[in-house]
């Protein structure tokens, strides 16, 4: 697949606080609004691959403030750097770069990270 960017959500649906993921190929990435600056990390702990934002558990009981929770075992991520912030997860996430095109906002399929 060709790296390219991809619709998330408009910018009204992510608004401020909100997140969403999608599926691009069999990469499952979530996208954060946090108060009007956006990012991307690939949905997948990197302590054992748990799905995290595309768990099926709300996104209130995951994500408190700018931290991502594992619903697995707990391990935390810092949503603007992918950064383990706690154990059992020690590598970051992988990043994707976010903008916004005609009320879209979009990711980049190939992650920076
Ligand atoms: S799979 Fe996420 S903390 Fe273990």
Request: net charge negative; proline share 4%; glycine share 8%.
């Amino acid at each position: 697949m060709t790296p390219d960017w991809i619709d998330v959500a408009t910018v009204d649906e992510l608004g401020p606080g909100k997140s969403h993921f999608i599926e691009v190929g069999d990469v499952t990435i979530a996208v954060f609004n946090l108060d009007g600056e956006y990012f991307a990390l690939e949905d997948a702990c990197t302590h054992d691959g748990s799905r995290m934002l595309s768990c099926g558990v709300e996104a209130k009981f995951l994500v408190h403030g700018e931290r991502l929770m594992c619903p697995r075992h707990g391990a935390q991520f810092c949503i603007r750097t992918g950064t383990a912030l706690s154990r059992p997860a020690t590598g970051a996430l992988a990043r994707f770069a976010v903008r916004v095109e005609s009320d879209q906002v979009q990711v980049y399929s190939e992650s920076q990270t």
